[in-house]
């Protein structure tokens, strides 16, 4: 049996006024949805454990059954690995946003959503005491930046103040190891010298707001993961639009499979994912499709739009109604409350539909209707297992 | 957002057969704990795990966050700071009763309920091998006993056998540290020596019931426990009339309110402790109201009584149902049985009720009811966790 894991990012929510008290998914029209929970086994999910407030990387290693105590050590690789970049053991990667920064002080964190791409060839090459930076502009003002070389620390604190009209931070050590103190150390110096580049760069002569600086954030050394492969013996793809979801996806060995129309936003093609996806298994065990939009509404605190969004996914998978022969999955990493604009700790509803699957009486995907499904509730490490139990994979423990 | 927490002590029970198989609080009429369950989201909630059979100090422990493992070693200290005492660290504090020995013989454990005031001073200013007694009346016939200096350990038994017409115990060591032998040996000394100044006291001479001898248990080392205010950052209150309570939520760093009336038993004003709790509501942002009143009632295996008493607290309640703003939380430490006369390992119910909360179909506040609630079933660690992430204070896990 084959399996499609869809994850609609941010899907949960918190009941919303103008929906008399229902969330964006309880008031959205989801025929094809409710008919995968209809004809399956639902509950309510977290991906770490209630009421945990994940963030997007620890909940998806947690749904694929990576322990994040021994895989996680921060977004940066994952995010680096998304863009493109290839990284080696013991690097250390972080994420950054081009800012603006007079007089140390931040005047804008995105430079007026400047384009990195402009800057990324001037920021190449730089070796500082043995460790080479590496330097890849994301989509738009956003950076990866990889530190290769040897006794480096992923333990190291952020530039980035995370708001305007404070000062640009230190890089600090976190712990006392002489690693995180020669890590901050010389990516403090880094920062430094690539200020000066940026300061005098051609493209920032005609701009108000200078992309001078590189505000970093979410340092991580890569560490070697088994693979999805090596794993559960599963050959996995991924459709994603996001980098995230891609490096976390290359980073467990599953094959990106790129669909232009996936924008990792709201006016991506869900349709076109779908179909890719489909195609996927033909070839693969294990599929996984991540949805953006539905957390860009919440983080926006845009509930209309977050329904309309619902809306789009369900139309498009109407597709998934028809599959035969494949255990299909939908949930979420996490909720993404309107009320907050930022994910919480509130679970999210999952269903399990395919063949061999004990059913309930829920007949709505919903994050009350699946509360009351046969699942009862579970957590982001039990889904692998229970796909692999689902699907006749699964080794016995004991004899 | 602001949380109250009410801990009605023991209020969880079984199938009473006067009740028609119904529990005191299903029988008990509570159209306002019922109303906060319609309007809330439900559960049942194990303060440990299920179904460990747990104490009251252990139970509040883990429902504010505190790991047992890590902060608790007995109920001695949590005692006698509820009734005034300050601890140092290092400190190993014991309750006592005045009990009524003869010939080494126990004949009243709590020497006619005599109470232990009169006998205070009496029983001040003994040192042993560097080592301070620091002894203080509770109610009635309690005591609290500090011992202060090093090397002590609180891995010793109990000089009360629990039972009258026993012999008294002497005190062992529980593990083969030289600590705990030291601390036994002098403790051992003690109750010989205060045996002795009490058994020549004057207000003995009158009584037929000697309060001779210091029953002690509950041995526990004063341990350091970070704060409400450090842990979650949150100003906390804590309204109770029992001392264990003021103990606990003392040793955790929250401000007491005395409440006059809060007597800890069936006769308090549970009226005067909502007040006094919706007025330090404005001033804090947590407050945590204590009720001993269902336990006693479980402890005397009195279903009549505690349905009774449970109907005083709904009264009460109503004043609840109009406070906005505010996540109301109202479940129990543990359920007390009736026809167990004791704690059980069964699970309570469970409401958090307030802004941005998920309800779901329960509508009485029940063990049965809840059973079928939206929370499914949770344990005590996961209930402050819950209450940031309501709140919108829970911390970010990943990015």
Redesign the interface.
Known sequence: MKTLLVICDGIGD??IKEFR?K?PLEEAKTPNLDKLAERGING?MNS????????????HLSIFGYN?NEY?S??GPFEALGIGLDLKKGDVALRANLGTVENGTIKDRRAGRIESKLFEKELQGIKIEGIEFIVKAGTGHRVAIVMRGKKLSPNISDSDPHETEKNVLKVKALDESEEAEFTARILNQFLEKTHKILEKHSENKKRKLKANYLLT??AGEFLEIPSMQEKYGLKSVCVAGAGLYKGISKAIGMKIVDVKEATGKLDTNIDAKFDSAIKALKENDFVFVHIKGTDLCGENGDAKAKKEFIEKIDKAAEVLTGLKNTLIVVTADHST?C??K?????PVPIVFCGPGVRTDSVKEFG??SC?KGGL??IIGMQIMPEIMNLSGKAELLGA
């Open positions: 918190r009941p008290g969330t309510l770490i454990i209630f009421p945990v407030r994940p963030g997007s990387d620890v909940s994040i996680y921060g977004r954030r979410g409350p009320e907050l930022a994910h919480s700790g509130d994050e009350r509360a009862h509730r």
